[in-house]
């Protein structure tokens, strides 16, 4: 892949969409109803480390679902992918993110690590002696991938620790099921400071270049992620990363992505480039509008859908 080329086309997108004002800001989370709904930023980072940013480039957002792959490649190096998958599926849902009734019928499992329950039960395998190191080693691991120190926002944390009743029905079903074992508050608060992590589309990026270059980051050149846990977390990217449009994203784009309803997308195009874009109006999946059409027409002009060819 030519990066000036992919840089090039980028920024023709990203400017075509500068007017956009489709979607809304999220509000159940009060904190993230607060955000200047005009900010669109996004990073490019290849593999060898080249980095291309366009827009509010020093803008913070915090991770919210896009958290989700990464502390489930946390999981994975903590516990191994057996144990990990004995307590989370691997099966899209078509269901919405945060949908109630999802458990696997015997096993009560949570389908997959992409949805809350699914991610909410990954967080609560985090082992640790304490709350405090179970924390920090979440906020460790992100902050290496990212490559620098990230800070959580604790009024993010805060204000969706006050609101997430339906974060704790799930919860507390799972705890109801033996699926969770853990505490339940403390799981919850590990979850929501998971999601409150601020990054901006550069660190993001760099998350997803780490997993498009087999889990070695792009800058350090270090092995973040083995490449066996770096596929798995690809693979379910996928087929769950888009929660109830996966099957959409996985015909009209063909590549793993993951977003937050904070605004956030990231895109993995193994082998060559991570792609992070950020714009806080979402739609009714929880799907940035502007993230969603920028990687839209971006993977259509280069031709990086894995199954154009045929
Ligand atoms: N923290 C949010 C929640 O659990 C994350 C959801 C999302 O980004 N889709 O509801």
New binding site residues.
Partial sequence: MNFAKACEILSQHFSNLTKNQDGQLAS??PELAKVDPTLFSASLVSIDGEIFSVGNTDQTFSL??TSKPIVYSLALRELGSDFVHSKVGVEPTGEA??SIIELEENSHRPFNPMI?SGAIATTSLINGKSYKDKLNLIIDYVSELAGRRLEIDKSIFES?RAT?HR?RAIAYLMKHFDVMTSDVEETLAL??NQ?SILVDTRDLALIAGSLANQGIHPLSKKQLISKDHTSKTLRLMFTCGMYDTAGEWAFRVGLPAK????GAIFLVVPGQFGLAVYSPRIDQH?HSVRGRLLIENLVSDLDLNIFSKG
């Fill in positions: 159940y989370i919210q679902s993110f945060n809350n969706e997430a974060n979850y929501f999601c977003s937050g309803v904070s929880g």
